[in-house]
């Protein structure tokens, strides 16, 4: 699995690369098939009372992509907002595999002969 995390107009400390990697942590044990995880952390800056925190993840699975984004005042705000999304996605992806089990055509009964 590829993380890539990367900030504009912001530099990503430590503390906040620890955070999100502890944060997908329960992403990937919900679901063990990532392939790629690309994190951007954005502040906007409007105003110096008005500062806008964006975390937007893409999550490339196998058969899928899936693209969230939150907003909040504080950065790790975001980022836990992300996360919860993101894992209610993952989850709803992971059901809808689990639900429809793909079955070869030659596994299938032929109604002529029976």
Do not use: W
């Amino acid at each position: 699995m590829n993380l890539t995390i990367s900030g504009h107009h912001l530099e990503v400390t430590p503390a906040i690369r620890e955070h999100v990697q502890n944060k997908l942590e329960r992403i990937r044990r919900h679901f063990d098939q990532v392939i790629d995880i690309a994190v951007t952390l954005t502040v906007d800056k409007l105003r110096e009372k008005d500062k806008r925190h964006k975390a937007d993840i893409n999550l490339h699975i196998s058969g899928k992509d899936i693209h969230v984004e939150s907003l909040a005042h504080d950065l790790y705000a975001a980022i836990d907002t992300l996360v919860d999304k993101l894992d209610r996605q993952v989850i709803k992806h992971k059901d809808k595999i689990q639900e429809h089990p793909h079955q070869a055509i030659k596994h299938i009964p032929d109604p002529a002969s029976v």
